[in-house]
């Protein structure tokens, strides 16, 4: 029985024969992400929020901003993690269009999203949700699970944890009623 | 220059994440909902050969280490947050990023969610946030400091545990309960 929320284009798991795409793409993240941080620092996505809203209230309401203690610690836009979401950005529009994808479709994610609005409520509330809890534990997928394991912290093993405990069991019960 | 390889390593980091599918929510879902592993496995593999990569390189040059610290009950319960956002919207702070990128219209709703969310927090840190980070604070500690053993030699035998479980684990464990 196929599952009547999932309208992901077919993904090819595996490239052919021989290793599979994940695997080739995880060996080359690995390498990119160690050249990071010996060329620079660890990878790290989800500060870069604070800093943009620290960016406009500097500019709103100057003198809360220079008394709020976590904008003056997160400090400018102008910091390089910045430039690497600029980054995300255009290597993720570089790598589509060069393989002739045209923009996906709105993919239904759960079995309670009938509509398109349903879509984009669950989206807004679940980009609050990652950057609130991101922002408590000092990183996200990328500072405390990838960079962060890879440096062997152990905040990043908690980190995993969590996300991992709450975001099956989210998602499980988010789908259980659609089957 | 940091900008600029910031820059690089994002370009990269978002075409990969284009490319195995991590910028699809549907495909995070699956994930999520252990129907398919390929995000999960790309991520082991990425973490297992960068932590491997890194200790090795840092015997011959010093690394740029950013180690975050391990405030365990902000961290769990930062972890345990981001895990409902990951699970009801299907995007990560960077892969919705990827996602604009690549066309998608539910993940600008996922960046203004994360937009709305920063202020949240921003506007909640000193009276919630910051006293709760103060609990079980172990500073910035890594798993070779736990286990009192030589960093490279952690680095080395948790990427041969990460690689082995990726092995091990089906890809598509929900494709046999499906039939």
Known sequence: MTSP?????????????????????GVIFGVVSAASIALWAPIGVSGTYPRFIGAILRRVTPEYAAANPYLVKMGSLLKPETFLVIGLLIGGFLASRMNREASPETEMVHAGEKTVSARYRDAFLGGFLIIFGARIAGGCTSGHIISGITQLSVSGLIFAAGVFASGIFTAKM?????R | MDRIYALLVGLAMGALI????????????????????????????????????????????????????????????????????????GYCPGTCVVGIGEGRRDAIWSIVGGVVGALAFTLTFTTIVAPMNKLMDFGKITLADVLHAPAVAVAVVLGIVFLGIVALLPTEPGAKAKS
């Open chain 1, 174 to 178: 988010l789908n259980a009623g659609g």
């Open chain 2, 18 to 89: 284009q490319r195995v599918r991590a910028s699809s929510p549907g495909m995070i879902a699956r994930n999520l909902r252990l129907e398919n592993l390929s995000i999960i496995k790309f991520m082991a593999t990425t973490i297992a050969i960068g932590t491997i990569l890194v200790y090795l390189l840092n015997l011959v040059t010093p690394m740029h280490f950013d180690i975050k610290p391990t405030y365990v009950v902000g961290v769990l319960v930062g972890g345990l947050v981001f895990g409902v956002g990951f699970g009801v919207g």
């Open chain 1, 5 to 25: 929320v999932a309208h992901a284009p077919p993904m090819a798991a595996t490239a052919g024969k021989g290793i599979p795409s994940w695997a080739r793409l």
